[in-house]
């Protein structure tokens, strides 16, 4: 069966899911769950799948059918009112046009890298977790996720549905509020209050069996990974892992865990793989196995709701049109600006071009760079939105020869002054030491897509 007829089938279904709704002494939590858990206890080796996550040198798939523009305006205006208001007192049907056009395109750029090319361990580690849940549910004749070698092995029907499961499940953490609003913390660190996050996994673990927490480390990359089991002894949790990025069989050689030591400021994290950081945002399965009826991002902060909804504005959005120019912007501190991604990603991937967001950006002047791969035309777009307020909202073209650079200045003044983008002086102004030439200009995947709330602007 060909590869390629699989993957089509399997991303084409992608292009409506926005539209519709999308889930001292020694203890151990996890091994014999309470209700709602299998008493048999998750084991990598069994339950997890017989395939790693797909990475760069691996195998590459064709790119996804995102939902549309307008399909993701509705969601985001529609979809997310109640939750958005509940959260943060503030409903994306409110705001400006230009500010929730920022935020869908952001939304999509993330759809079009984070479901359509490598890396999907959000989606590997859902997937795993429902088919331990409900054995029923594996859609092709085999007993457990071990035995699925490959994402794209066919049903009797000749499709490949747990790609497509997969697929749809990393989609998934772009299309929910909570858990896009719960990324913050990937940004602002010293917001996490790491206590509280442990409650929640041990108590999701003891009555399901398993969570899905999030990875992170200082350079905005992370990773989804599955805790089955917590063991605590000698003033440490212990979380054991289902992490994608092994094969089942490698389990039988090694158990990975992350540790956390507790001290007298609060758990710490060892570094696992590079990664120093967890987030649990799986909100619905908190509320499922606790007495709360709603979980909520900030009970994971040491911030409030005011906090989290002033750090989101004003937003800032530079894009250009084509993948025949790499764009690239400087904060007004001289950083350039990132993106949130994984490791497994491949940045390049996809139709989308380069777009570079920051929210809660701060006052001062940033730096535009435009360079040509290629000739080429381009339309370089910014805005700047604030929640009641558009200060920016310009598109300037020009034309390139390969190897060439246009340089703007992008002002964010202080107040209510008007914002600018325009042409920089071009006399003296030297070449700008963070522009790579051949650098890829795909925007990876993570629900805020770039390094954002630098500091919490004050009002």
Not at 383 to 397: E, I, W
Request: overall charge neutral.
């Amino acid at each position: 069966m060909s590869r390629d007829y699989t993957r089509r089938r399997a991303l084409g279904a992608l292009a409506g899911l926005a539209a519709g709704g999308l889930a001292g002494g020694r203890s151990v939590v996890g091994r014999a769950s309470a209700a709602g858990g299998r008493a048999d206890g998750f084991e990598p080796v069994r339950h997890g799948f017989g395939f790693r996550n797909w990475g760069r040198g691996s195998r590459y798939f064709e790119p996804a059918a995102v939902p549309t523009r307008e399909a993701l305006r509705e969601r985001v205006r529609t979809g997310w009112r109640e939750t958005a208001r509940e959260t943060i007192g503030l409903s994306p049907g409110d705001l400006p046009a230009a500010a929730t056009d920022a935020i869908v395109d952001h939304l999509r750029t993330a759809l079009e890298q984070g479901a359509g090319t490598n890396g999907h361990c959000y989606g590997m580690a859902l997937t795993a977790q429902r088919y331990f849940e409900r054995p029923d549910a594996i859609p092709v004749a085999r007993s457990s996720a071990s035995e699925i070698r490959d994402p794209t092995e066919p049903s009797p029907a000749g499709d490949a549905p747990v790609y497509r499961e997969i697929v749809e499940r990393q989609v998934e953490q772009f299309l929910r509020f909570r858990s896009w609003i719960a990324r913050l913390a990937i940004l602002r660190p010293a917001w996490l209050d790491v206590q509280a996050v442990l409650r929640d996994v041990r108590a999701v673990v003891a009555a399901t069996g398993t969570a899905s927490v999030v990875l992170f480390d200082g350079s905005l990359s992370a990773h989804q990974v599955l805790v089955h089991r917590i063991t605590e002894s000698d003033g440490e949790t212990r979380l054991h892992l289902y992490d994608p990025n092994e094969a089942a069989p490698a389990y039988d050689r090694h158990q990975p865990t992350v540790t956390f030591v507790h001290g007298t400021d609060g758990p710490r994290m060892r570094p696992y793989g590079g990664y120093s950081g967890l987030l649990y945002t799986r909100y619905d399965q908190i509320e499922r196995a606790t007495d709360r009826t709603r979980a909520d991002p900030t009970d994971h902060l040491a911030v409030g709701a005011d906090a989290v909804r002033d750090a989101l504005f004003p937003l800032l959005q530079v894009a250009v049109d084509t993948d025949d120019v790499v764009l690239k912007v400087a904060a007004a501190d001289g950083a350039a600006l990132g993106r949130v991604g994984g490791r497994l990603a491949a940045r390049s991937r996809g139709r989308t071009p380069g777009i570079r967001t920051r929210y809660g950006v701060e006052p001062g002047r940033y730096r535009v760079t435009v360079v040509a791969r290629r000739d080429a035309e381009f339309t370089l777009s910014g805005v700047v939105a604030d929640r009641d307020a558009v200060p920016l909202d310009v598109r300037l073209s020009d034309e390139v020869a390969a190897g060439e650079v246009r340089r703007y200045s992008l002002v964010v003044p202080p107040g209510d002054e008007a914002a600018s983008l325009a042409p920089a002086d071009r006399e003296g102004a030297g070449p700008d030491p963070w522009v790579a030439v051949g650098a890829g200009v795909g925007v990876a995947a993570g629900v805020l897509g770039a390094r954002t709330l630098d500091r919490v602007r004050s009002r």
